[in-house]
């Protein structure tokens, strides 16, 4: 495999990190991926209901014009989730990320969730060289477009361990059935064919999830009784989504001891990745990811832990491996947050310090934060010798707001100004000096406030 590049802007660079990625939208040969006229999926994770650690809608609509620029129809896109809560239909996941900023208004361009209002508007793509699958299921908006360009929050995850492009594309461009299928929830040995049913430890109507519970599986294929046993579990038509995967805490349906699914989830995400970029053209598809407000675990929570480590910067690259090694690389070499999540007790291999792998150790039990990179290049996805490269800042024209008006604001005002007369006023303040310097530094004392 051949050396990939990835250029990159530090956390320091005086630029806003909305700018950092339309500059390295261009050096990174972006806007290569595309020709005028083209229509550009611009794929990111709008957040959970009440998550606050997603992208900045900011940072999407800077690249939105980048596309625009170079010519390019874009479109921003989600896709729904397996589970059905707050993004589980087209519907609900276009609420919430108007909800989290993710607007026509915000973004310049429309939003749109990708596999459609039910999550069944898919692709079927082929995968050959695949560890675990023979093919995956593309969100047909994005199979329909003609690129895509990521855009990824990096941080880590509670499943594939971080969360990085290959993650993003992986599983976040799959539809419902593709997402099932990743999650390994119709594997043979592994699904949820496999799953023991033990319908004597459901507590029936006392349960206070009991009616949801009853409601919740959308092919029918679970349904409560009104007496005992009261679940029933249809096996011929279950369709393997994730809903009982959910309600497996409670016992009544139990994921089989030993299963490697955990261990195997991050790589199968890798082979649904290749799917989905040779369906759409390794030449078509570019990545970028914003190594900042990096949390332990993913957007798609409904809440935010402290960030575990400082701002990284911005990454961009046309690999999605060698983005996502160099900002797994960069992760390992800083020291995280004190007080973050890698200094909890009882955390393995020191997680928190200065070259020690920062995701593999903050969940229990520990998992590594390489399968998804060696599953990827196991089966030729992309490249782990990566040239760093530091990006340089642009014209600085590119940096000020455009100009939508043919006067400044003062022009403006001149009129309102004329009827309200606002005048200089110096008799407003006080002359006579009644604090000192000295006494407004220092750390404050307990003596009462005056008047």
């Not at 990159?8 to 595309?34: H, I, W």
């Not at 900011?58 to 620029?69: D, F, P, S, T």
């Not at 509670?158 to 799959?174: D, E, H, L, R, W």
């Not at 309200?420 to 004392?445: A, D, M, N, V």
Request: glycine share 10%; aromatic share 10%.
């Amino acid at each position: 495999m051949s050396i990939s590049k990835v250029h990159y802007f530090g956390p320091r660079t005086n630029l806003s990190d909305v700018v950092k990625g339309q500059r390295l939208f261009e050096v990174a040969g972006l806007n290569e991926c595309f020709k005028k006229g083209d229509s550009v999926a611009i794929k990111i994770h709008c957040g959970e209901w009440n998550n606050t650690g997603y992208l900045r809608p900011n940072l999407v609509a800077g690249i939105v014009e980048m596309v625009k620029e170079y010519g390019g129809e874009p479109f921003v896109c989600d896709t729904t989730t397996c589970y059905l809560i707050s993004r589980g239909t087209g519907q609900d996941l276009i609420k919430t990320a108007a909800r989290n900023g993710f607007t026509p208004q915000t973004l310049g361009c429309p939003f749109v969730a990708a596999d459609g209002d039910l999550g069944l508007d898919e692709v079927k793509a082929p995968l050959n060289s695949g560890n675990f699958l023979r093919y995956a299921y593309l969100a047909e908006a994005i199979a329909n477009a003609d690129a895509l360009i990521v855009l990824t929050h990096f941080k880590g995850h509670p499943m594939s361990i971080y969360g990085g492009a290959i993650k993003n594309v992986g599983i976040g461009c799959s539809s419902k059935q593709g997402k099932s299928i990743v999650h390994l929830l119709q594997h043979p040995s592994w699904g949820v064919s496999a799953y023991t049913f033990n319908p004597e430890k459901c507590k029936g109507p006392e349960c206070p999830v009991y009616k949801v519970c009853g409601e919740n599986c959308p092919s029918g294929s679970f349904t409560l009784a009104s007496e005992k046993p009261y679940p029933q579990w249809d096996r011929d038509t279950c369709i393997g989504c994730y809903e009982c995967g959910l309600r497996a805490g409670c016992g009544v349906i139990k994921p089989p001891a030993g299963s490697p699914t955990d261990e195997f989830f991050p790589a199968v995400v890798s082979d649904a990745a290749k799917a989905f970029i040779d369906y759409i053209g390794r030449d078509h598809v570019g990545f970028i990811n914003y190594a900042v407000d990096i949390t332990p675990w993913c957007d798609c929570l409904n809440w935010s832990d402290a960030w575990i480590l400082p701002n990284l910067g911005v990454y961009a690259s046309k690999d999605a491996v060698a983005v996502d090694m160099a900002c797994l690389d960069a992760a390992d070499k800083a020291q995280a947050v004190p007080g973050s999540k890698p200094y909890d007790e009882g955390l393995q291999g020191e997680p928190w310090k200065p070259g020690n792998e920062k995701f593999t150790h903050i969940r229990k039990p520990p998992l590594s934060q390489w399968i998804c990179i060696n599953g990827a290049v196991s089966i030729g996805l992309g490249s782990v010798d990566y040239e760093l490269i530091e990006a340089t800042p642009g014209q600085w024209k590119q940096y000020v707001q455009p100009k939508y008006r043919e006067h400044p604001p003062g022009y403006f005002t001149r009129k309102a100004f004329s009827v309200h007369k606002p005048r200089f006023e110096p008799e407003c303040y006080i002359t006579e000096k009644s604090i000192t310097p000295e006494e407004l530094s220092g750390r404050p004392k307990t003596n009462p406030a005056r008047g």
